[in-house]
């Protein structure tokens, strides 16, 4: 099992990139999927969620701007990322839980900054 995080970046406050989070060997939509991110110096922090049903958790700071989504043809996690902040600098990873297993993202770098 492996899951596959890309599309990290620079981007400048107010613009927008999009996460993707790959799954080899394991179908996502079975799955609870979740984005985190960890500042530098601190714990990872859950941000969004996707459950199989399609319903979607977001943290307050993020909710109207971050959307996460799954493309279940494509095997594939998403979290756009609009009206990006420079307090949202951080790696972020997907993760995915089975049998008690947790599966984690390489983690990709999003930089917000001028």
């Known amino acids: 099992v492996q899951l596959q995080a890309s599309g990290g970046g620079l981007v400048q406050p107010g613009g927008s990139l999009k996460l993707s989070c790959e799954g080899i060997?394991?179908?996502?939509?079975?799955?609870?999927m979740t984005w985190y991110r960890q500042f530098p110096g601190e714990e990872r922090e859950y941000v969004a969620a996707?459950?199989?049903?399609?319903?979607?958790y977001y943290i307050p700071s993020v909710k109207d701007r971050f959307t996460v989504s799954r493309d279940d043809a494509k095997n594939t996690l998403y979290l756009e990322m609009d009206n990006l902040r420079p307090g949202d600098t951080a790696v972020y990873y997907c993760k995915l839980v089975s049998s008690g297993t947790s599966y984690w993202g390489q983690g990709t770098l999003v930089t917000v900054s001028s």
């Open positions: 996707i459950a199989p049903s399609g319903a979607t």
């Open positions: 060997g394991i179908t996502l939509s079975r799955f609870a």
